[in-house]
């Protein structure tokens, strides 16, 4: 059972549009958010970090909310360009035994020129 | 600038042959940890170390060991006992476990011959 879902899985654009991508988490230990970007056979890249006490956080042409209580987060990146396509994953911390990250699997999205 | 270096990018391994693969930090961060990727399984927890000279098993540690001798580093081996080596390994960091934002490395892929 995925504890962290992503939706879309893959989701394609034309440039200049704004999107939304959508993270889900069914465990409310989950106490902060973080959004990555990974481009094909690369690392991980920081997008973002909402910590427990914040709701939202803004970088540039993106930005990012968390609600606990909904146990939902979105993404949203305004005026899309085709450097944006990428795979987007979010990734929830919470305490168990050890400071434990859980991933979600990921939106893959293309904007087209 | 700061940041974590993986070595190798690409490593083959001959089946029974133990390999090791590098993580470098120079961003003074306390905790380290690898992670494994395969493709539709997402991004799942090996080993991750609090401060040096301590590791933690994650979530699929069998057949790999990890060393964290000083604090820029933590060196990840693959043993012959990892039944399914092959995979893209990526090695992150953060402040201390439990806050601040997890930084990537770019990943090194192992494939086993």
């Known amino acids: 059972k995925q504890e962290v879902t992503q939706i879309p899985a893959a989701l394609s654009v034309p440039e200049g549009e704004n999107l939304v991508l959508n993270c889900s988490f069914t465990?409310?230990?989950?106490?902060?958010l973080q959004w990555f970007r990974q481009d094909p056979g690369k690392g991980l890249t920081s997008l973002l970090l909402i910590q427990s006490s914040q709701r939202e956080q803004t970088s540039g042409r993106l930005n990012a909310s968390l609600d606990k209580s909904s146990g939902r987060s979105t993404l949203y990146i305004a005026a899309s360009q085709p450097g944006d396509s990428a795979t987007y994953l979010c990734?929830?911390?919470?305490?168990?035994?050890?400071?434990?990250?859980?991933f979600g699997p990921g939106t893959s999205l293309s904007v087209i020129p | 600038d700061g940041g974590i270096t993986q070595s190798p990018k690409y490593l083959f391994r001959k089946e029974g042959q133990n390999v090791t693969l590098s993580c470098e930090q120079n961003l003074n961060h306390d905790a380290m940890y690898w992670y494994r990727q395969d493709p539709g399984q997402g991004l799942r927890l090996i080993y991750y170390s609090q401060i040096v000279n301590d590791f933690q098993k994650g979530d699929i540690a069998e057949g790999y060991s990890v060393s964290r001798e000083k604090k820029e580093s933590f060196p990840l081996t693959v043993t012959s006992a990892q039944k399914n080596p092959t995979a893209f390994y990526l090695c992150a960091s953060s402040i201390r476990t439990g806050a601040g934002e997890l930084f990537f490395g770019e990943g090194s892929r192992l494939t086993v011959l």
């Open positions: 465990d409310s230990a989950i106490y902060n």
């Open positions: 990734a929830g911390r919470k305490k168990t035994s050890y400071d434990k990250v859980i």
